[in-house]
Every structure is written in C-alpha cells, then in structure tokens.
Nanobody
Framework: VQLQASGGGLVQPGGSKRLSCAAS????????MAWSRRHPGKQRELVAV???????NYADSVKGRFTISRDAMKNTVYLEMNSLKPEDTAVYYC?????????WGQGTLVTVSS
C-alpha cells in the first residue's frame, strides 16, 4: 500500500487547512486509515481515525476542530483542520492498516504561525 500525503504549509492561527492522503488501492479494503502527527522533539500522536465502515475517532486535543473524511471513489482520505492553533504545528502522517500490516505515507509539515 502506498500513501501520498499532501496539503501541508503555513497557516495563521485560527485558520483552516485540508490535508489529503491518496492510497494506491481501494481504501475500503483497508481496516482503517488515520492521521497522526509529530511535534518537534515529541512522540507521534494519533489525531484521527476512520474505519472501513466509516466510523471516526479523534484525539481530545483536536475534537471539534478536525474532521476526517474519505472519498472512496478517489481512494483518498482527508483531514479538515479548523481553528488551528500554534500547538497544531507538526509533521502530519497518513497511516493505513491492512490485515496485520501498517503502512505510512511521507509526512507533510503544517506550520501554524502569524
């Protein structure tokens, strides 16, 4: 499974940004897809998950501000990020689980700064 993440960049506090993750196969064949992030000098944090049935789950730190969604026709998962804060600055990674294997895309940097 190959995952291609995109959409990172610089955004002002309070702004919005949407990340995309395109998979090389049908995302409905995956157990779940997720976004995680790594702040500088810290461990990776799971941010949002969407199961193959469409159920979603979020970290408390982003609940109510971030939304994970998918377009099965495009084999793409999105992370819509609103009300961004400087502490959301991180490298964001797309992740997929298929069977017992995990797959990761390259990270995309999101910087929240004025």
């Amino acid at each position: 499974v190959q995952l291609q993440a995109s959409g990172g960049g610089l955004v002002q506090p309070g702004g919005s940004k949407r990340l995309s993750c395109a998979a090389s196969l049908s995302i409905l064949s995956l157990n779940y897809m997720a976004w995680s992030r790594r702040h500088p000098g810290k461990q990776r944090e799971l941010v949002a998950v969407i199961s193959n049935s469409g159920g979603t789950n979020y970290a408390d730190s982003v609940k109510g501000r971030f939304t994970i969604s998918r377009d099965a026709m495009k084999n793409t998962v999105y992370l819509e990020m609103n009300s961004l804060k400087p502490e959301d600055t991180a490298v964001y990674y797309c992740q997929a689980r298929r069977g017992i294997s995990d797959y990761w895309g390259q990270g995309t940097l999101v910087t929240v700064s004025s």
